[in-house]
């Protein structure tokens, strides 16, 4: 049984950094996509990120320029590095796996979800 397991959320001032990630474990799995999903208080689950084996990536426009995805095959892990945050990046963010591709996550979302991890962006 795979699980993903997110780390790296927490508080931090507007024009500040933060590093997410999450590691796989529980399954000999190969990830040809991994990406982030988030969910702001009221809202519903937005892509933020993807990337694949390949290596290529894929953003929101609203984090395009701010917020870099990269992903360890090897380690089975995704990182998100997030720079000049702002207060509307508050949200719970989610980690998310599919065997197929990066595509299946640009399609709603992928096979595998971690519980997700609080990113508060505050004075």
């Known amino acids: 049984q795979v699980q993903l397991v997110e780390s790296g959320g927490g508080l931090v001032q507007p024009g500040g950094s933060l590093r997410l990630s999450c590691a796989a474990s529980?399954?000999?799995?190969?990830?040809?996509?991994m990406g982030w999903f988030r969910q702001s208080p009221g809202g519903q689950r937005e892509l933020v990120a993807t990337?694949?084996?390949?290596?290529?990536?894929n953003y929101a426009s609203f984090v395009k320029g701010r917020f870099t995805v990269s992903m360890d095959s090897l380690k089975k892990e995704v990182y998100l590095q997030m720079t000049s945050l702002r207060s509307e990046d508050t949200a719970v963010y989610y980690c998310?796996?599919?065997?197929?591709?990066?595509?299946?996550?640009?399609?709603?979302?992928?096979?595998?979800w971690g519980q997700g991890t609080q990113v508060t962006v505050s004075p």
């Open positions: 998310n796996a599919d065997r197929s591709g990066a595509k299946a996550l640009s399609s709603g979302g992928g096979e595998y």
């Open positions: 529980g399954s000999d799995v190969r990830f040809g996509g």
């Open positions: 990337t694949s084996l390949g290596g290529a990536t």
